[in-house]
């Protein structure tokens, strides 16, 4: 029985070493991501630390501050991180070899050899596939990890559009109550003069009329303006995955970037994630065309059989009761070729849709990208033209009150000219937002690193 032992012990240690040789291969072709496998999403991300920019007693967070926080707290986002782990597990997987098998048996009826009789056998043994098939293997699972890496880069930057999107809106909001609260305060004023006026008789009752249904108007948009608020606070909250009744401390302004012409354009087809995650795709597939072809060869088997055998009662002969030790090797033949041929078929099918795919998303990119610089420059031009006419309507709205102020006469000009200034004021604001969201959607589609 000792000889037992020691023969298992001395062929299993074997199978250890060959074991370790593709354990050696698995981790070879695992990929690595930032900061080592196993960290979470908040790790891999380039932004640390909370920055923000003073306002009055309050701090406002800047966007980036922002964008950190997303990227540690959303759940989307840290599901398409443990996407990317559980790939990275797919790796170890296909690059192991099958298990050895061990069998026993016992003869009830023994075999009546020269030396004596078989009592009972011991077989192990180990399939080994054909050489550099489970490098192949693992080869294409790593690619494929690499893919779902560059699709959580994907992600994380479109969760940063997102936020862009969302952040945005709730300053132009801001704005847009401070302008309609400033017209209000100056339609009392106007009202009050007005009211003055006609106790004198220097003008009519209707200019009291006027200011005060255009008072009612401005009010009812500045309560429409502070229900608004609620559900752009929720929309931001839940990108950040926090609690929805979250304070979001904004700055007071929007920063103008000066553009030069084609802004970015070089970076949008190069270190894309989109395209990266296609090209990592496709060179998995043309390595899992080499492993069906690998798996459609030969297989090669090692094992020992082992067997027991008693001692010959009724003669004395030379190794009389000598145990049988016996060697084998096995090949398997692979003659039913379809799931062989169909392998390699599916593999080569998956590159051509890859190579599709990724011309598709060129295009796409492509498009977006001139569609995306005209929305910016669009916006640019409008808030020039806005400042411009905010300027003039300032000019000709101080003349105006100067001249009512004098004969008492054209209230109502002075009322269209005041609504004239409001309306360009709040147009100005939303194109400076149109322009920010704009210029994030540019961003995320050439994939910029923050």
């Known amino acids: 029985m000792n000889k037992i032992l020691t023969i298992i012990i001395v062929f299993i240690s074997g199978l250890n070493a060959l074991h370790a040789q593709t354990n050696q291969i698995s981790a070879s072709a695992l990929p690595l991501p930032p900061n080592g496998e196993g960290q979470a999403a908040e790790k891999v991300l380039p932004l640390k630390g909370v920055r923000g920019v003073s306002n009055g007693n309050q701090v406002a967070q800047t966007l980036e501050s922002y964008f950190e926080m997303a990227a540690e707290n959303n759940p989307g986002l840290q599901a398409k991180y443990k996407d990317f782990e559980a790939a990275l597990q797919k790796v170890p997987q296909v690059s192991s070899l099958p298990d050895p098998t061990f069998s026993f048996g016992y003869f009830i009826s023994p075999v009546e050899t020269r030396v004596g009789p078989q009592r009972a056998k011991f077989s ?56 309609e609260q400033r017209n209000i305060e100056i339609l009392q004023s106007y009202k009050t003069i007005a009211n003055s006026k006609f106790k ?55 920063a103008m970037e000066l553009l030069p012409e084609n802004f970015r354009r070089d970076s ?26 690998r798996q459609g060869l030969p297989k090669v088997g090692v094992g020992l059989d082992y067997a027991i055998v008693g001692k010959r009662t009724d003669m004395e002969v030379e190794d009389n009761g000598k145990n049988i030790f016996m060697p084998m090797v096995s090949v398997s033949i692979p003659i ?26 060129i295009n796409s990119l492509t498009s977006g990208y001139e569609s995306i610089w005209f929305q910016i420059q669009q916006q ?38 005041q609504q004239q200034l409001l309306k360009y004021e709040k147009m100005k604001a939303m194109a400076e937002t149109q322009y920010q969201t704009a210029l994030a959607k540019l961003n995320y589609i050439t994939a910029k690193t923050y």
Do not use: C, H
């Open 336 to 361: 039913f070729r379809k799931k062989y041929k169909a392998a390699e078929k599916e593999a080569q099918l998956m590159q051509e849709q890859y190579s599709f795919q990724k011309e598709e998303t």
């Open 380 to 417: 640019k031009d409008l808030i020039d033209l806005y400042e411009a006419q905010i300027l003039e309507t300032g000019q000709t709205l101080n003349l105006l009150f100067s001249a009512y102020g004098n004969s008492g006469k054209d209230f109502e000009e002075v009322l269209r000219m």
């Open 124 to 179: 192990l043994s180990q399939m080994f596939p054909w050489f550099g098939t489970l490098e192949a293997q693992a080869d294409a699972a790593s690619l494929m990890a690499d893919a779902k890496y560059q699709a959580f880069l994907d992600a994380r930057n479109r969760l940063y559009y997102s936020v862009s999107e969302a952040y945005y809106p709730l300053i132009e909001l801001g704005r847009l109550k401070t302008i």
């Open 200 to 254: 004198n008789g220097v003008s009519p009752m209707t200019d009291v009329l006027r200011v005060d249904i255009m008072l009612k108007d401005a009010q009812t948009n500045l309560g429409i303006l502070n229900k608004k608020e609620k559900p752009l606070l929720v929309a931001f909250n839940n990108l950040l995955n926090r609690d929805e009744n979250e304070v979001v401390v904004l700055q007071d302004s929007l």
């Open 268 to 293: 949008l087809l190069t270190n894309n994630p989109m395209l990266d995650a296609i090209d990592l795709k496709q060179q998995a597939s043309e390595k899992s065309e080499l492993a069906a072809q």
